[in-house]
């Protein structure tokens, strides 16, 4: 949801005006249980991505490794969303 709003946010600049109405549409946001600081769990997920690859399948196993515990995207993420929401609410 962090890198949703982020996205949205800067395509103000870049002229997408239909994705920066979702940032401005945005009133609160709740979050049930997020790892915003990663999961212990990710090394089971790194184990289904190894077995989809040896079936056959197509996958994208950086989004995994992302939700490993204090992952650097995580830690960027947190940090600059965390200051974001401070001087929206100021």
């Known amino acids: 949801m962090e890198q949703a709003l982020k996205r949205a946010r800067g395509n103000s600049r870049q002229g997408d005006e239909d994705l920066f109405s979702v940032f401005e549409s945005t009133f609160a946001i709740l ?14 997920g790194l184990k289904a991505v190894k077995t989809a690859k040896l079936a056959g399948f197509s996958v994208n196993e950086s989004n995994v490794r992302d ?5 650097p995207i995580l830690e960027e993420l947190r ?3 965390a200051s974001w929401m401070i001087n929206v609410s100021m």
């Open 67 to 71: 939700l490993k515990e204090n992952s």
């Open 79 to 81: 940090e600059s969303f």
């Open 31 to 44: 979050f049930f249980g997020t790892p915003h600081r990663g999961s212990a769990f990710s090394s089971i």
